[in-house]
T-cell receptor
Framework: NAGVTQTPKFQVLKTGQSMTLQCAQDMNHNSMYWYRQDPGMGLRLIYYSASEGTTDKGEVPNGYNVSRLNKREFSLRLESAAPSQTSVYFC?????????????FGSGTRLTVV | QKEVEQNSGPLSVPEGAIASLNCTYSDRGSQSFFWYRQYSGKSPELIMSIYSNGDKEDGRFTAQLNKASQYVSLLIRDSQPSDSATYLCAVNQYNFNKFYFGSGTKLNVKP
């Protein structure tokens, strides 16, 4: 049982380049999330998908887009990468929203924008 | 004011001691509270959840919630070097899909 799988694990981009971070879960969870983690800032929610077919903005959505491709997959796209987007990105899933259930996190993507 | 505040630490305790980690939150409407452990370079993993005032115990871990004072704490009894990690507090507000995380407290357990 893989849980939440993220690819790639590491990535270096030049300013202005685009890329898509992939996330897939095999736990039949309804809700999926994208967070970024920066030193001293904790985890900040970028976008989430409460259920298949829906997406909503979190705290820091600017510069990102998401796609909930199906129940398993939730991708995060950076259209024009900026150095401020250098961070560790975590995908997470939850069985039925976060209120009474914790998250299961993927292993993270360490992104550097130069 | 940040939604969730934690002392960044590091908090150093000797092996076998009780480690006490604290978290305060700003929104009185918060409903669910979680503690995650994150080892360096790894992803967070859920260790405790609490929803009602009082204490909740799970093995060596005890979560304490006081909604009137807007704080939640985590006690780790008989601390082990393997408990050395960053502990993140997460608080859910009125929107069940939005959790706010504290920046974490780094715990060092010295052998």
């Amino acid at each position: 049982n893989a849980g939440v799988t993220q690819t790639p694990k590491f990535q270096v981009l030049k300013t202005g380049q685009s890329m898509t971070l992939q996330c897939a879960q095999d736990m039949n969870h309804n809700s999926m999330y994208w967070y970024r983690q920066d030193p001293g800032m904790g985890l900040r929610l970028i976008y989430y998908s409460a259920s298949e077919g829906t997406t909503d903005k979190g705290e820091v959505p600017n510069g990102y887009n998401v796609s909930r491709l199906n129940k398993r997959e939730f991708s995060l796209r950076l259209e024009s990468a900026a150095p401020s987007q250098t961070s560790v990105y975590f995908c997470a899933s939850s069985e039925r929203g976060g209120s009474n259930y914790g998250y299961t996190f993927g292993s993270g993507t360490r992104l550097t924008v130069v | 004011q940040k939604e969730v505040e934690q002392n960044s630490g590091p908090l150093s305790v000797p092996e076998g001691a009780i480690a006490s980690l604290n978290c305060t939150y700003s929104d009185r409407g918060s409903q669910s509270f979680f503690w995650y452990r994150q080892y360096s370079g790894k992803s967070p993993e859920l260790i405790m959840s609490i929803y009602s005032n009082g204490d909740k115990e799970d093995g060596r871990f005890t979560a304490q919630l006081n909604k009137a004072s807007q704080y939640v704490s985590l006690l780790i009894r008989d601390s082990q070097p393997s408990d050395s990690a960053t502990y993140l507090c997460a608080v859910n507000q009125y929107n069940f899909n939005k959790f706010y995380f504290g920046s974490g407290t780094k715990l060092n357990v010295k052998p």
